[in-house]
């Protein structure tokens, strides 16, 4: 069965700390997405990686990066966090050049 | 860049059909693709149509019109599982199958 895990579902931290968000497949997938979704405006993507050590912005990179050192691990890291990073956090994972992307349960980050 | 505009919320009743909406504009386009999320789950994958026309799986059907920017989901014989929210998705060619969603429309079923 295709997996997709995100390292924690609930998570709070205070402002000012950097946060690590971790997300692991098991299906041998090229690509890897993050994502952010908040009420209203969908999944926005903040940053895409297609081959290890690969990455390219998203539409909302800012105050995020990314790391991708193994196939199989997609890591997001936000430097310094702010309130206004309190959000819902998806990874997900696909091969192309198929449109189906596997979705982890996501994390819940509130930066308080 | 990419955008994929979607109707922010429908409602119908159980047993009808209902269409939901998509346009697009995309510097480059591969297809597009639909997923569905019920609150608090993770989207997951409804279907694909590469080419004009329409695919159907089951109650779900989906359409694309390349020539109008346009595509549309059809679910039939609506079920009240089938309230969740559908996003449209397109893996244009900015880079290798990088994957934008739109913002989603918010399905209700009423009895």
């Known amino acids: 069965d295709v997996k997709v895990t995100q390292s924690s579902r609930y998570l709070v931290k205070r402002t000012g700390e950097k946060v690590f968000l971790e997300c692991v497949q098991d299906?041998?997938?090229?690509?890897m997405f993050w994502y952010r979704q908040d009420p209203g405006l969908g999944l926005r993507l903040i940053y895409f990686?297609?081959?290890?050590?690969?990455?390219e912005k998203g539409d909302i990179p800012e105050g995020y990066s990314v790391s991708r050192e193994k196939k199989e691990r997609f890591s997001l890291i936000l430097e310094s966090a702010s309130t206004n990073q309190t959000s819902m956090y998806l990874c997900?994972?696909?091969?192309?050049?198929?449109?189906?992307?596997?979705f982890g349960q996501g994390t819940r980050l509130t930066v308080v | 860049g990419q955008s994929l505009e979607q109707p922010s919320e429908v409602t119908a009743v159980e047993g009808a059909i209902v269409q939901i909406n998509c346009t697009y504009q995309t510097s480059g386009f591969y297809g597009l693709s639909w997923y569905q999320q019920h609150d608090g789950g993770a989207p997951t994958f409804l279907s694909y149509?590469?080419?004009?026309g329409l695919e159907e799986t089951g109650r779900f059907s989906s359409f694309l019109s390349r020539s109008d920017s346009y595509g549309y989901l059809l679910l039939q014989e609506l079920q009240m599982k089938d309230s969740a929210s559908y996003f449209c998705a397109n893996a244009g060619m900015d880079s290798s199958y990088k994957l934008i969603f739109g913002s989603g429309t918010r399905l209700l079923v009423r009895p």
């Open positions: 149509n590469a080419l004009d």
């Open positions: 990686s297609y081959d290890v050590k690969m990455k």
């Open positions: 997900a994972s696909s091969f192309p050049p198929s449109d189906e992307a596997f």
């Open positions: 299906m041998d997938h090229e690509n």
